[in-house]
């Protein structure tokens, strides 16, 4: 993998890291509500775990498993 795009990957996982953060703590908050929307809370969590899945991707890219 060449440097820039070892590069491109560690930016595209901080910026996910940030925004599954982001996201977790706009979760807390609407089910601090008794009347948050459960559909927006269902989407919400759905797309953390999509960003979830991306950052798992980029991580094992970055650090491929060596079985040795």
Do not use: F, G, W, Y
Request: with cysteine; net charge neutral.
């Amino acid at each position: 993998m060449e440097r820039r795009d070892e590069r491109d990957l560690r930016d595209e996982l901080v910026r996910l890291r940030a925004e599954h953060r982001q996201l977790d703590l706009e979760i807390v908050a609407l089910e601090t509500n008794a009347s948050a929307d459960q559909l927006l809370v269902k989407r919400l969590k759905k797309k953390k775990l999509v960003l979830k899945d991306c950052i798992s991707q980029i991580e094992d890219r970055l650090l491929p498993d060596i079985i040795a």
